[in-house]
């Protein structure tokens, strides 16, 4: 039987396999790393409604970039911001303005509700002692109390987080979907075991990336995957381990066109709106990309 390829243009995978209205999304990446920002900036090119966006423990731009598009009705979240470089603007100005519901949840919560989703599992209990903080009185839906059969003894379980769509950026794939992280896989990994749909972006496509690196180096089978996308430096302006570093110029600009309303709408057409994702690596200019790449790794 021929195996199914899943390699399509960028703006075909996240018109086919995220809903106009789309139920839930989950973005990976963690902090400023591994970000798959080529598939978020299309999002936002096709106006997708996001009903609830579901982040890593720790989102940064990924999350901070969908708020500001004004397309997000909700957000799951333990943290949204840019670690040395501040505060999420757009976050926190769409909590304070009450223009998005804030879901707040610690980061084990989504570790766990990640698992739990992964697994099919009902839901999965907390480490004794976590259950001290007070979350679970701010948001009962996501926190119940349960007892151990072993013990007797109340225990906090966390509830199975169930994507509609998560968008994933991996290093390389092949044309099949199977893929490979080469650095940290943060809970990215959990996030498509546990979602009904996965679009990845990749740096590259390998014709047989078993071969290359070995299977059992292959972290993403390809059954799970419905999509693949190639987009160098696709996670521009965070980092893709192995391939290139963070660029915080582009970040502290970014933070500094959120001052207001003006600026923040000539960002959003300048690098997103008024082009498509062909062009981005052409408006941030090939030798700043250049210059962010990792040694040893491009051959």
């Keep these: 039987m021929e195996r199914t390829r899943k390699v399509i243009p960028l703006s075909e995978a996240i018109r086919r396999f995220v809903p106009d209205d789309c139920p839930s999304l989950a973005v990976g990446g963690m902090h400023m790393h591994n970000n798959p920002m080529a598939l ?5 090119r096709q106006n997708k409604k996001i009903k609830r966006l579901i982040t890593s423990p720790s989102a940064d731009i990924n999350a901070d970039l969908l708020l500001g598009s004004g397309l997000v009705e909700e957000i799951l979240t333990a943290y949204v911001g840019f670690e040395h470089l501040g505060l999420a603007p757009n976050f926190r100005r769409a909590v304070e303005k009450k223009t998005v519901k804030l879901l707040e949840c610690d980061e084990p919560f989504l570790v766990y509700g990640f698992q739990a989703g992964a697994g099919g599992l009902p839901f ?15 948001d009962p839906e996501f926190y119940r109390f349960t007892t151990d ?4 003894e109340q225990v906090m379980t966390a509830a199975p987080l169930k994507p509609s769509v998560a968008l994933i950026h991996c290093q390389e794939a092949d044309p099949y979907g199977n893929a490979i992280f080469k650095g940290s896989e943060f809970t990215d990994r959990q996030m498509i075991l546990a979602a009904e749909t996965v679009v990845l972006q990749v740096e590259k496509i390998v014709p ?8 059992t180096r292959v972290n993403v089978p390809g059954f799970l995957v419905s999509a693949v996308v190639e987009a160098p430096y696709g996670c521009h302006p965070t980092s893709s381990h192995g ?28 690098y997103v709106l008024d082009i498509p994702e062909e062009e981005y ?13 990792s040694e040893g790794v491009f051959e």
């Design 243 to 270: 391939y290139y570093r963070d660029d915080e110029g582009h970040l502290r600009a970014y933070l500094q066109a959120c001052k207001s309303p003006e600026s923040w709408t000539e960002y959003l057409h300048r």
């Design 149 to 152: 059969p072993y013990t007797g």
């Design 281 to 293: 690596a052409a408006t941030i200019g090939r030798g700043r990309l250049n210059s962010l790449r």
């Design 124 to 138: 999965i209990p907390y480490p004794k002692g976590l259950e001290l903080n007070d979350l679970h009185k701010i």
């Design 40 to 44: 978020i900036r299309e999002v936002i």
């Design 208 to 215: 047989d990336l078993a071969a290359k690196y070995g299977a």
